[in-house]
């Protein structure tokens, strides 16, 4: 295997980008912050105790985000995005497009 099958950083990020909506970009990126940070306050801990303690508040101010943003959306698609795309016939074929997400993919037409 050499090194052209492989793909690169900005290849990869350019399939993430138009695989996945704002919603599930936003959300990796929060948890993303959250799981480094937490990285970060773990090996700053070892060498200083209260800064490690400040960063691993931050951390966990990044996954309480994560978890409200993700309730929320569930919510927003739930109540108001599925039902109203059900409800407008002629727009029903835009919102389809943003309502029908499986896991954060975008659906695929």
Known sequence: MNSSDKPTIRET?????????????????YLAISISTLIIAGIVGLLNHDLGQNTLLISLV?????????????????????????????????????TKVVSGKKSKK
């Open 13 to 29: 990020l350019q399939k993430w980008n138009e695989n996945y909506d704002n919603g599930a970009k936003l959300q990796s990126v």
């Open 62 to 98: 990044a996954f309480v985000v994560f978890l409200v943003n993700s309730v929320t959306w569930a919510l927003l698609q739930s109540f108001v995005l599925i039902p109203l795309s059900k409800n407008s016939p002629t727009s029903s074929t835009e919102v389809n497009k943003e």
